[in-house]
């Protein structure tokens, strides 16, 4: 059975995979609005997500910091 892959190596490999969303499509291409709307909505998930992934790795460390016992207090 093979190994899970890492969150790192999923993220590098989906953003690798956007990226060459658009590859060979020039501007005869008759479906490259499509394409090129796909490719900037899955950049905008992309984005959001890592906001938000952020945001809620911001509030645990202050919710962390809420809980630190300090010197001297009963815990």
């Known amino acids: 059975m093979a190994d899970q ?3 790192a190596d999923a993220f590098v490999e989906t953003l690798a995979a956007v990226r060459a969303m658009d590859n060979g499509i020039d501007l005869s291409h008759p479906e490259r609005h499509v394409i090129h709307d796909l490719k900037r909505n899955a950049e905008t998930l992309i984005a959001d997500a890592l906001r938000r992934a952020r945001e809620m790795a911001y509030v645990a460390d202050n919710i962390r910091e809420l809980h630190i016992p300090r ?3 009963p815990s």
Request: charged share 35%; glycine share 16%.
């Open 5 to 7: 892959q890492s969150l």
């Open 71 to 73: 010197e001297g207090d």
